[in-house]
């Protein structure tokens, strides 16, 4: 049996407050709306009760933030794809921000495991004067416990239509990309946080931003390699590589941490579930 769980998440900005409605079908659900910055700023957390995707099973979530509102939206755990036989498992978010509407997306990673067959997709559009900060982290396989990604393959993309497209397809018989230098450079963690705006930034912001998130990664975690550029003029990246998870979060998140206070004057509020 496999499973095609939707869920839409939809926030409005609602006499002074960003509120969260959202509608599913199978296994996925949103958490209690939490105001830990004041009522602006709605926080949500998205549930899969199963924990994980094996052969044929489908996530596909959509958010969209209305005019005015401003949303951060994490999980409690990671994606996990299991392996699977030949049915692919696929996590499918697509983004919809409207004119002025801010979003943090920062989900935590994604698990390939040996022997998956899985697709990580999302897609965001940004109206003018919509902003998004958002991250995509994966990991191969398990190497702490021993289940290396010795078999097995997952497609990343990343999309901002007619922005920004990053795919990679990464099969673990694909020894020269897993090892070359011009490729993961024998890491098994990869991870990408972008700034995204819905039209041009300034060239005094954007020097500014860049300088912000430079700072951030002039002290790294061992093993850890990043770097940050404009690709145009609508997008910060940061791109990143690691041997394992943790060291990454920490990167990604001062990133965060540095953009939020640059780009909006906003303190660093991480989501209540980092800390559990």
């Known amino acids: 049996m496999t499973w095609h769980a939707k869920l839409s998440l939809n926030h409005r900005w609602e006499d002074a407050r960003t509120t969260a409605r959202y509608e599913h079908t199978g296994p996925l659900r949103i958490l209690k709306s939490l105001y830990p910055e004041g009522e602006a700023i709605c926080h949500n957390v998205i549930v899969h009760p199963p924990g994980g995707l094996v052969g044929g099973d489908v996530l596909d979530i959509r958010v969209r933030v209305d005019a005015g509102a401003h949303a951060l939206v994490s999980t409690p755990g990671a994606t996990r794809f299991y392996a699977s036989d030949d049915l692919e498992t696929a996590q499918r978010v697509t983004i919809d921000l409207a004119e002025g509407a801010r979003l943090e997306w920062l989900p935590l990673e994604a698990l390939a495991y040996p022997g998956c067959r ?3 997709q999302l897609t965001a559009t940004l109206a003018p004067g919509a902003e998004m900060l958002a991250w995509d982290v994966t990991a191969l396989g398990l190497p702490t ?6 078999r097995g393959r997952i497609t990343q993309r990343l999309e901002l239509p007619g922005l920004w497209l990053e795919q990679a397809h990464i099969d673990a018989s694909d020894h020269r990309l897993l090892a ?3 490729g993961l450079a024998g890491q098994r963690c990869l991870g990408s946080l972008l700034f995204a705006v819905g039209e041009p930034l300034g060239r005094s912001r954007r020097e500014h931003l860049l300088d912000a998130v430079r700072s951030s990664l002039q002290s790294l975690p061992q093993g850890v390699q990043a770097a940050a550029t404009c690709p145009n003029p609508q997008l910060l990246l940061v791109r ?3 041997p ?3 060291p990454m979060m920490t990167t990604l998140q001062g990133c965060w941490a ?5 780009a909006w004057q906003l303190k660093p509020v991480p989501p209540r579930i980092w800390g559990v």
């Open 244 to 246: 394992v998870v943790e």
């Open 145 to 150: 416990s021993g289940q290396p990604f010795s």
């Open 118 to 120: 899985a697709l990580n």
């Open 240 to 242: 990143a590589l690691a």
């Open 258 to 262: 540095a953009l939020r206070q640059e």
């Open 180 to 182: 070359s230098p011009l």
